[in-house]
């Protein structure tokens, strides 16, 4: 199983970013798929997740309204578009595999990627 993200870097308060993390190694459209983000000196935060076909999308209250998940089956690809970013968004964000279909439970994840930094400044 192998995760890569992409897309994170400095932004401006109110600025956006979209993440991409693109998997290989399993059957990408049976799991679902979760955003995990670890802030410095923090515990790791989930933060959305996605069922396997992309109509259920979940988000924790910190993001609701300005993140936006989504997925394409065909490229075996998931993303996140953040909007509003605000200096509290800054951390390593990880994308990472739900580890059963079955549970409904987005944060019970079994991969995760190395993550791409995103730093928001105020």
């Known amino acids: 199983v192998q995760l890569l993200e992409s897309g994170g870097g400095l932004v401006q308060s109110g600025g956006s970013l979209n993440l991409s993390c693109t998997a290989s190694g399993f059957t990408f459209n049976a799991y679902p798929m979760s955003w995990v983000r670890q802030a410095p000196g923090k515990g790791a935060e989930w933060v959305s997740g996605?069922?396997?076909?992309?109509?259920?999308?979940l988000y924790s209250d910190s993001v609701e309204g300005r993140f936006t998940v989504s997925r394409d089956n065909a490229k075996s690809t998931v993303y996140l578009q953040m909007n509003n970013l605000v200096p509290d968004d800054t951390g390593l964000y990880y994308c990472?595999?739900?580890?059963?279909?079955?549970?409904?439970?987005?944060?019970?994840?079994?991969?995760r990627g190395q993550g791409t930094q995103v730093t928001v400044s105020s």
């Open positions: 990472a595999r739900v580890r059963s279909s079955w549970s409904g439970n987005y944060h019970d994840t079994d991969y």
């Open positions: 996605i069922s396997t076909g992309g109509l259920r999308t």
